[in-house]
């Protein structure tokens, strides 16, 4: 078990002014895994006193930039040694299964290499003519506090996604960790601590809701980058938009896959699990959606039911279980009810049952396969759900030439106002994903292999070279511009 008496508030470890604790239990067995203080209204406004006194009159907005990068460099080494240790205790917090917490560690790795290149690149500082004379010096300085509120369902990805952009730009920052996953985001402190950033710099705790509202609106906080649902997020855009204040959110997920009829279907459906349920299904870009041609759909739904079924389902500290637990309570009563809400709306259980399960873990994966095509209604094809499943719809067969974006089944992928990461299998087995912008999904940025995703719609719709040359040109020339 770990636990921790004090919280972390300008890179030291203080008494919290209150006496609350939150428990951390395994959603698997209910074991304790540990304990942390959580903090008060009072802790807050220490903590953003902190943070603003080290942003005005400390060192750390003033280094420059090869310094900064310097530090956090440090940092990845520090956190790549212990990065397999870090993934088991969120599995031990969260319950995601370790497989894919082994996977994402490596990926939170290169993501914060990524981060640290970009900054090695930037233009912080731009020279040139002014008119009509002179020089004009084009300088980015850090804009100030940051307050960082996080999920608990990909903790330290989400964590260092937004406090590498903030340390590296030289703003102080106050992160605060989902009372769910407590536990794992307190090591930051020490490892940033050790990699040599300064005292001040940054503020680590877990809070519940108001006292994070407190946080988000307080005065002295310049910024506010949250990740989590749509209807916190509408909450801090306001409070953002009546305080003026700068604020980035990354917020739900209802995404498609869509399956073209000459798609390689033995091929999707091996590889669908890990996209339709990453991380038990408790994602933001899972592909809680598929469309099937309508001629194709009872194959592809018993197909898939018997995939899914043949998944190992258990402990998620087991490398081989693919399935572990909801994360709560609350989620588990969430699959059940949209269990519940699908059949009553007229959808059919290819897969698992009613009803919760047995001590903390998953029921069987649901399918719901779709028989009308006013499915596109219901509310599991419409709802950001972020738990354990999936609804299969069918669609019209014929696909007029030319018109595969605008045709019947980009509309359903379009239908949810949380449409965020669509998947697009296409000819010989090979996979486009898609990022869709815009409230209501409908405009696609091709996010990996443009040029050959392009190849490949133009060898399969152009007649000749010149037809698919002029095709490919046009298709890369429409999605860069978007």
């Known amino acids: 078990m770990i636990s921790y008496d004090k919280l972390f508030i300008g890179g030291k470890r203080v008494a919290p002014l209150s006496s609350d604790l939150i428990e951390i239990r395994s959603p698997y067995n209910n074991a304790l895994v540990g304990s942390v203080p959580t903090a008060s209204k009072a802790d807050v406004d220490a903590a953003v006193q902190i943070a603003r006194d080290s942003f005005d009159n400390g060192a750390w907005p003033l280094t420059s930039p090869v310094e900064r990068q310097a530090v956090l460099a440090r940092f990845i080494e520090l956190y790549s040694a212990r990065a397999q240790e870090f993934a088991a205790l969120i599995?031990?917090?969260?319950?995601?299964?370790?497989?894919?917490?082994?996977?994402?560690?490596?990926?939170?790795v290169a993501q914060s290499n990524a981060y640290l290149q970009a900054a090695a690149a930037y233009p912080w500082e731009v020279r040139q003519p002014a008119i009509p004379q002179g020089e004009a010096v084009w300088r980015r300085e850090p804009l100030g506090v940051v307050a960082a509120v996080i999920p608990w369902n990909a903790p330290h990805q989400s964590a260092l996604v937004k406090l590498f952009p903030s340390l590296l730009a030289g703003c102080t920052v106050i992160l605060k960790l989902a009372p769910e996953t407590a536990l794992d985001g307190q090591v930051f402190g020490e490892l940033f601590a050790e990699a040599g950033l300064p005292e001040g710099v940054l503020s680590i705790f877990a809070a519940d809701r108001e006292v994070s509202e407190y946080l988000v609106s307080h005065p002295g906080v310049d910024?506010?980058?949250?990740?989590?649902?749509?209807?916190?997020?509408?909450?801090?855009?306001?409070i953002g938009g009546a305080q003026l204040k700068r604020v980035s959110l990354e917020l739900g997920?209802?995404?498609?896959?869509?399956?073209?009829?000459?798609?390689?279907?033995?091929?999707?459906?091996?590889?669908?699990?890990?996209?339709?349920?990453?991380?038990?299904?408790?994602?933001?870009?899972?592909?809680?959606?598929?469309?099937?041609?309508?001629?194709?759909?009872?194959?592809?739904?018993?197909?898939?039911?018997?995939?899914?079924?043949?998944?190992?389902?258990?402990?998620?500290?087991?490398?081989?279980?693919?399935?572990?637990?909801?994360?709560?309570?609350?989620?588990?009563?969430?699959?059940?009810?949209?269990?519940?809400?699908?059949?009553?709306?007229?959808?059919?259980?290819?897969?698992?049952?009613?009803?919760?399960?047995?001590?903390?873990?998953?029921?069987?994966?649901?399918?719901?396969?779709?028989?009308?095509?006013?499915?596109?209604?219901?509310?599991?094809?419409?709802?950001?759900?972020?738990?354990?499943?999936?609804?299969?719809?069918?669609?019209?067969?014929?696909?007029?030439?030319?018109?595969?974006?605008?045709?019947?089944?980009?509309?359903?992928?379009?239908?949810?106002?949380?449409?965020?990461?669509?998947?697009?299998?296409?000819?010989?087995?090979?996979?486009?994903?898609?990022?869709?912008?815009?409230?209501?999904?409908?405009?696609y940025w091709p996010i990996k292999r443009q040029a050959a995703t392009a190849d490949r719609i133009a060898n399969h719709k152009g007649r000749n070279p010149q037809e698919r040359a002029s095709l490919k040109k046009r298709l890369l020339r429409k999605w860069m511009s978007k």
């Open 91 to 108: 599995t031990k917090e969260n319950g995601s299964p370790i497989a894919f917490g082994g996977v994402l560690a490596g990926m939170v």
């Open 223 to 238: 910024k506010v980058a949250f990740t989590g649902s749509t209807a916190a997020g509408r909450r801090i855009a306001s």
């Open 253 to 443: 997920g209802k995404s498609a896959a869509i399956v073209l009829p000459d798609a390689n279907q033995t091929a999707v459906i091996e590889g669908l699990p890990w996209s339709a349920f990453p991380n038990n299904g408790q994602s933001c870009v899972a592909h809680t959606r598929i469309l099937v041609q309508r001629d194709q759909h009872d194959a592809f739904v018993s197909a898939l039911a018997e995939k899914i079924g043949s998944l190992k389902i258990g402990d998620p500290l087991d490398p081989e279980v693919f399935f572990g637990p909801q994360v709560s309570e609350r989620q588990r009563e969430r699959v059940a009810s949209y269990i519940e809400l699908g059949i009553a709306e007229g959808a059919t259980l290819a897969l698992g049952g009613t009803g919760l399960p047995e001590g903390g873990c998953t029921p069987e994966s649901q399918k719901f396969p779709s028989a009308q095509l006013q499915s596109r209604h219901e509310r599991i094809q419409v709802d950001e759900l972020a738990v354990s499943l999936e609804g299969v719809m069918p669609v019209q067969q014929d696909v007029p030439p030319g018109r595969w974006r605008t045709h019947e089944r980009t509309a359903l992928a379009s239908a949810s106002p949380e449409a965020l990461c669509a998947h697009l299998p296409l000819l010989e087995n090979q996979v486009s994903n898609v990022w869709s912008m815009g409230k209501d999904g409908r405009s």
